[in-house]
């Protein structure tokens, strides 16, 4: 059986918050570049690993994982998204 290569979306950084509940916790939310769909991330800010975990400018996500966009985000998505992508490479960290 051949392999079939999965399609990926690339996805830019639009914010970066922190957990409500969890003070430990930090949200990352990506975007497609005309603000439609999203990636949420959550991940915790400690690590018992030490192992140093950056934030990319983007990421290629599989569609499958990504949201539809709120309509009343959209149009703030889209220009976060088209403002980190103008500014940083797509594996710059951040």
Do not use: H, Q
Not at 24 to 42: C, S
Not at 66 to 94: H, I, M, N, Q, V
């Amino acid at each position: 059986m051949a392999e079939t290569a999965t399609e990926t979306v690339r996805v830019w950084l639009v914010e970066r918050t922190y957990g409500d509940d969890e003070l430990n916790i930090v949200i990352l939310t990506y975007a497609t570049p005309d603000g439609e769909r999203y990636l949420r991330k959550e991940r915790a800010l400690t690590s018992f690993t030490g192992a140093k975990r950056e934030t990319t400018a983007a990421i290629d996500a599989d569609p499958a994982n990504l949201g539809e966009t709120p309509p009343e985000d959209r149009e703030y998505f889209a220009d976060a998204a088209s403002r980190t992508a103008e500014k940083y490479d797509p594996e710059e960290t951040l």
